[in-house]
């Protein structure tokens, strides 16, 4: 029988995200919503590690992952504005972004600022936290993350010149 607690209900809403993410990427014609919905995907991917008591991850997930989307978006806003010939656009639903901003400004208050205040309880904190400089380690050490560090940037650099082979095409 299902249990029906707070972290069920949270793995619904996460995994709801992931795949309504993942379908309106699918689905979705136009590049910047489809990296929007890639964001809500990954966004989603990120709750579960938290529910899997794994904050790095899901920290690394919403900085890196989330981040080189917001990247991507800019990306496909320079380079494909001109190529669709699209002009400038005023946009009706600014009240809609305001709303959403004042709605996670409100969550940062609750989820972050308000424990700090309110006294957090670091008992609950495991005594097995690796340090900052056991992380670096990991990551520049031959035998741990040293090739996927690596990989990850190439594949930077290979997507940055992409880039800029197809910005220089189109003039």
Do not use: C, K
């Not at 995907?41 to 989330?66: E, H, N």
């Not at 005023?90 to 809609?96: G, I, K």
């Not at 936290?129 to 993350?145: C, H, K, P, S, Y």
């Amino acid at each position: 029988m299902l249990e029906l607690n707070a972290q069920t209900i949270g793995f619904f809403i996460f995994s709801a995200l992931m795949v309504g993410g993942g379908l309106g990427v699918v689905t979705s014609r136009n590049l910047i919503h489809g990296a929007l919905y890639l964001i809500l995907s990954l966004f989603g991917g990120a709750g579960l590690f938290v529910l899997l008591s794994a904050p790095f991850l899901a920290a690394v997930q919403i900085l890196v992952y989330i981040g080189a989307i917001a990247i991507l978006i800019i990306f496909a806003v320079m380079l494909t504005r001109s190529m669709t010939r699209m002009g400038e656009v005023f946009n009706t639903q600014w009240w809609l972004s305001a709303l959403v901003a004042i709605a996670v400004f409100a969550l940062l208050v609750v989820g972050v600022i308000m424990p700090v205040f309110g006294g957090l309880d670091m008992s609950t904190v495991s005594a097995e936290v690796g340090t900052t400089m056991e992380l670096g380690i990991a990551l520049v050490d031959g035998n741990q993350f040293v090739l996927p560090f690596e990989v990850a940037s190439l594949l930077l650099t290979a997507a940055m010149i992409g880039a800029i082979v197809i910005a220089r095409d189109r003039d």
